[in-house]
């Protein structure tokens, strides 16, 4: 079966790639080895697709390579483009936070979108269709349980690890080594962190317990909530600063009560430390920490200054080292895969391979959590579409 366009993966960045070739009048195929596409668009925000963020930049992406990689892709389709495509096919949506973009009703809508996108663009669709070999004999012919198809362009959008439950695999990491391609090691991103012995034991039994906190890790700052889990530290704050690092986070409790000021009503008073933090963090977690870090019970009258500075110290920059991650089952994203120097940050074909793409997620370039991920997909998908 001969087409233009081969494109590997049926999720948001092939189906967008696919749209976009299509439109140009390519002959397009979508190869897709589950029973249908866009599985982990159905899947994300809760059912209801946090489908871009509106202050996407270069600066919410991580990557081993240059950080301006991923500025053409962005600037040439933005969140703003996206969001006149679900307008225009009447999809009620609204603004979570920070700019992040959900479906009023399902993720389903989304799907339902780019299947709809790729009928008008002329795209097919083979689904339980799985790749048995690719090569390159003059142009690429990938071997199928659904037969052989040939064409001039092939697109890898197979995704990275995460959501294995989904069908992740290491696909495309393998067809980039076969065809001589620098692989970034992968890893689980956005994933929550587990407990150190030490930690397990004063704060496991706080599961379902949520803090404002600001994370750090690699000197990036996140204002988020951190939750407790019987097994370690989850939620927004934990899950992005989480990509950046697994061996330590520095985590502020107290993020709006800077320096020792904290402790100025209670400075001459007979009230334990737990009882005066617990005003400002919910008691059960301002006893365990204290129990963990503080274990003393003299009153505040009693501390010196310097115990106090130590304290709020403490407070401010609590060094969080993990004794791992809950790794890909629980990994939104994986940071890793195809060396962005390995490919055209215009196009995003391989510079040493012709006709030959890597789009999504699949590349080294991982976003925040808040549908930066999503944008990436749409723009990355879009460039490698505007030149198949």
């Known amino acids: 079966m001969k087409f233009d366009v081969l494109i590997i993966g049926g999720g948001a960045a092939g189906l967008m790639c696919a749209i976009e070739a299509g439109k140009r009048g390519r002959k397009v195929a979508v190869i897709e080895h589950a029973e249908r596409i866009g599985k982990k668009i159905l899947i994300s925000g809760g059912g209801r697709c946090n489908f871009t963020n509106t202050g996407a930049t270069a600066a919410n992406y991580l990557t081993s390579g240059s950080p301006h990689f991923c500025k053409s892709a962005l600037a040439r389709y933005t969140p703003a483009d996206f969001l006149a495509l679900v307008e ?82 290491d696909f495309g990491y393998r067809i980039a080594g076969q065809f001589g391609l620098k692989i970034v090691q992968p890893r689980p991103g956005l994933v929550p962190l587990t407990f150190n012995a030490a930690d397990s034991a004063s704060f496991s039994d706080l599961s379902g317990l949520s803090v404002d906190v600001a994370a750090s890790s690699e000197g990036i700052h996140f204002r988020e909530n951190l939750l407790i889990t019987h097994r370690g530290l989850s939620g927004p704050a934990i899950l992005q600063a989480s990509s950046y690092s697994t061996e330590a986070l520095h985590l502020d409790i107290l993020p709006d009560d800077p320096g020792t000021t904290l402790f100025e009503l209670d400075r001459r008073t007979s009230k334990e430390l737990k009882t005066v933090l617990s005003r400002r963090l919910p008691q059960r977690f301002a006893q365990a920490w204290c129990s963990r870090f503080f274990a003393t019970a003299k009153p505040m009258c009693q501390m010196s200054n310097r115990e106090l500075e130590l304290i709020a110290a403490r407070l401010h920059d609590w060094e969080f080292r993990p004794a791992g991650t809950e790794g890909y089952p629980k990994a939104e994203v994986t940071v890793g895969g195809v060396d962005t120097s390995e490919l055209s940050s215009k196009s995003m074909e391989s510079r040493k391979v012709p006709g030959l793409y890597f789009i999504g997620e699949v590349v080294d370039l991982t976003g925040w959590l808040g549908g930066y991920n999503f944008q990436w997909a749409w723009s990355s998908g879009h460039a490698a579409g505007q030149v198949v």
């Open 88 to 169: 225009r096919h009447g999809i009620a949506w609204h603004e979570k936070k920070l700019g992040q973009l959900f479906c009023d009703s399902s993720s389903r809508q989304i799907v339902e979108m780019l299947e709809n996108e790729c009928a008008s663009a002329g795209v097919s669709i083979r689904l339980n269709c799985r790749v048995n070999a690719v090569s390159k004999p003059l142009g690429f012919e990938v071997d199928t349980n659904l037969g052989t198809f040939t064409a001039d362009s092939l697109v890898i959008a197979s995704g990275g690890l995460s959501f294995a439950k989904l069908g992740a695999t």
